[in-house]
């Protein structure tokens, strides 16, 4: 059974960057669909930013696009965030997809695997 592990999150001020990390058991993530996931309180899940199998496609969110990147090596996947507002305050979970899927996508029924999460709040 394939395990996720978050890291990173916490408490920032407006402004502010973070750096949110997913640890993956058992297999290589590079091969892999990958996404990050919100869910405020009160709010549905929302898919922020999202990344294709082959890595060659990616999408975001409106709401952070230019302000979060989405990376990977072969042991982690990565959200970079940067200019943070308190509208981006949530639990955010990582997920993994197929390597069937190619191209980006931030749907959640493509996902099989998530992770617990890690509480992001941005606040002055």
């Known amino acids: 059974q394939l395990q996720l592990e978050e890291s990173g999150g916490g408490l920032v001020q407006p402004g502010g960057s973070v750096r949110l990390s997913c640890a993956a058991s058992?297999?290589?993530?590079?091969?892999?669909?990958v996404g990050w996931f919100r869910q405020a309180p009160g709010k549905e899940r929302e898919g922020v930013s999202c990344m294709g199998s082959t890595g060659a496609s990616t999408h975001y969110a409106d709401s952070v696009k230019g302000r979060f990147t989405i990376s990977r090596d072969n042991e982690k996947v990565y959200l970079e965030m940067h200019s943070l507002k308190p509208e981006d305050t949530a639990v955010y979970s990582c997920a993994v997809g197929s390597i069937w899927v190619v191209q980006a996508t931030c749907n959640h029924q493509e996902y099989a695997y998530w992770g617990q999460g890690t509480q992001v709040t941005v606040s002055s």
């Open positions: 058992g297999i290589a993530l590079d091969a892999y669909a």
